[in-house]
């Protein structure tokens, strides 16, 4: 019985409490299972109907990728949790305990589910659950893959393997200190392997030195990319990093203080941030409506509160058993008090509550819906650079009552033949889905954050970003009543050089791979500048190749329209010796070379060979 974790006021049972109508109200004693799941490397708690699905995330064949099967009791009176049984060969549960278990009101029980995959390809199978009487049956499923990838973490010296589904080390760090982390990518495999995606999400995490995608490591080839941990606040910073069909979590521990912050109407709890509304339920005038807040100390630091007020000393709303002050909260402690409302009028009544710094909005009645506000986008301005990933924020220009759900599209128009499939969003795609809470202004995206990351590819063009909006729940589109789209430029440049190896060598040949980017999708010379090794000299040490109508070929063709602006060269090189060596890299020390487009020429990349 002890591997089962029980506790009260659980996050699903609040938020299974939130979608319940009015209609789902308890009258009577009686038990009411609640029964959700969370997935990791993002471990959010989703609430399950029955016949609905958990899906876990693509695995490594041999990995385990682990969730859970969250059970609460939100009745009010105590139920039996009598079975669990799971079926499909590649799921399990651990540490299930001896059922049946008794579950009192407010108790939650967390069941950990396994998938492990032995081949590659899709599995199924089925979690059934019967508690308070009632069995419910949910499918499992997950895809088993295999790849040639391996991963190193470097951070501060120190280097370490990790394998797909793991969590990333982080090194303790200051809120608003930055870290950086370091990953190496290596091609194990006998034949090139292709990168198409690295998605980074958590509102404390930001690449800053990434691949332009897609990326082909050829066998044996390594690759890096960087990102840095900032955090923005104490404890668990939640944050994933995706690298082709390799997902890791990110839990980086940030130090310092941390208010948490909810309210009761009721039995239900809910938690809040700064700036958000505490709403009562609409009262006759005297009737009085009691809301319980609660301040909770989740930081790793002692905190201090000097002061809890309300802002207006003739409002409806009122503050009983505040605690004394200074309110010294040591890590993991809290402290209650409670507000209540009494309406002294008939429509809307507002005040605020005042905690130090934090400031919230108490509100008794809703006010009617007003039109849709406008919207205005946050990010390049003019133009940008390619092979970025830029942030964009969205915002509306007041609060809105209703929560609405809306999508932002970007659109490249390319000054070249195609346009760049790498211009998508880091969460993958043409489009970001985002919510905008209820009383908000902000655009929330994956994970939380207020801020979605654009990779702007690698051709030259103008890009267009254009969002929508409807209500929450597949309502009714929304029109807004101003606002326009964000439009940005990516100016032609001269190419870049990003490397070169050589690919096949003899006695007498040298083939060099020359990795590029050119964003106007030409190229007119590439110019080869070579020096002999010691002891060897060369009758002509410069080499300049004509490639217009090679690159206006390969850039006009169907097979490049998957790789914007990016190119491989291969350039081969004859060479006739006076005397016989084993080798024609034996002859030369180092090639500069540079590429060059309708632009200009590219810096000059030394490629040594000794």
Request: avoid cysteine; glycine fraction near 10%.
């Amino acid at each position: 019985m002890q591997a089962i974790k029980l506790r009260r006021i659980a996050p699903l049972i609040a938020l299974a409490a939130a979608v319940l109508s009015p209609a789902a109200a308890q009258t009577t004693a009686a038990p009411n299972f609640v029964i959700g799941y969370s997935v990791q490397p993002l471990n959010n708690a989703v609430v399950l109907t029955n016949g609905a699905t958990i899906a876990f995330p693509a695995s490594q064949v041999g990995a385990t990728a682990t969730g859970a099967l969250i059970i609460g009791n939100s009745g009010n009176a105590a139920g039996v949790l009598t079975s669990v049984v799971v079926t499909g060969a590649a799921f399990n549960t651990q540490n299930l305990p001896l059922l049946p278990v008794t579950m009192g009101p407010g108790v939650q029980a967390s069941i950990p589910l396994i998938y492990t995959p032995t081949q590659v390809g899709a599995d199924s199978g089925t979690v059934t659950v019967t508690a308070g009487g009632q069995t419910r049956t949910f499918n499992l499923s997950g895809t088993g893959i295999s790849g040639p990838f391996q991963f190193q973490v470097s951070e501060a010296g120190q280097t370490i393997a990790v394998t797909p589904l793991s969590a990333i080390p982080m090194p303790d760090t200051a809120v608003g200190a930055t870290s950086t982390i370091n990953v190496a990518i290596t091609n194990t495999g006998s034949s090139p392997a292709t990168l198409s995606t690295i998605n980074l999400s958590g509102a404390a995490y930001q690449i800053i030195g990434t691949l332009p995608l897609p990326f082909t490591l050829l066998p044996g080839g390594s690759a890096n990319i960087a990102f840095s941990f900032t955090p923005t606040q104490p404890g668990a910073n939640i944050g994933s990093l995706t690298i082709g069909s390799a997902a890791f979590s990110l839990a980086g521990r940030g130090l310092g203080p941390l208010y948490r912050y909810s309210y009761g109407v009721g039995s239900t709890s809910t938690p809040i941030n700064s700036g958000a509304t505490i709403f009562f339920p609409q009262g006759q005038v005297g009737q009085t409506s009691i809301a319980t807040f609660t301040i909770t100390n989740a930081g790793t630091a002692t905190a201090s509160i000097g002061g809890i007020f309300i802002s207006s000393q003739t409002s409806p709303f009122a503050l009983a058993g505040v605690p004394a002050f200074p309110l010294v909260l040591a890590p993991g402690a809290a402290a209650s008090f409670q507000i209540t409302y009494t309406p002294t009028a008939v429509g809307g009544q507002q005040a605020s509550l005042v905690i130090d710094g934090a400031q919230f909005t108490l509100s008794g009645s809703g006010a009617p819906l007003p039109a849709f506000p406008s919207y205005s986008l946050s990010g390049p301005s003019g133009s940008a650079s390619n092979l970025q990933q830029v942030p964009i924020t969205l915002s509306i220009a007041s609060p809105y009552p209703l929560p609405i759900q809306g999508s932002l599209a970007v659109v490249d128009v390319p000054q070249g033949f195609s346009a760049d499939p790498a211009v998508q969003f880091s969460t993958g795609g043409k489009t970001a889905a985002f919510t905008i809470p209820a009383n908000s202004t902000s655009a929330v995206f994956a994970n939380g954050s207020t801020t979605v990351k654009l990779q702007t590819g690698s051709t030259a063009g103008t890009i267009t970003l254009t969002p929508s909006f409807q209500t929450s729940g597949g309502g009714s589109t929304v029109t807004p009543s101003g606002g326009s789209p964000l439009v940005f430029t990516i100016p032609a440049a001269a190419p870049v050089i990003i490397g070169a190896q050589v690919s096949s060598s003899s006695p007498t040949s040298i083939t060099v791979a020359i990795t590029g980017v050119t964003n106007t999708e030409t190229l007119s010379q590439i110019a080869v500048q070579l020096s002999p090794a010691s002891g060897y000299s060369l009758k002509s040490t410069s080499v300049t190749i004509p490639v217009s109508a090679a690159a206006t070929a390969f850039f006009a063709s169907a097979a490049a329209a998957s790789f914007g602006g990016q190119f491989v060269a291969s350039v081969p090189f004859t060479f006739t010796a006076g005397g016989t060596v084993p080798s024609a890299l034996t002859l030369i020390k180092s090639m500069s070379i540079t590429v060059t487009n309708d632009q200009g020429a590219s810096p000059a990349y030394v490629l040594n060979l000794q």
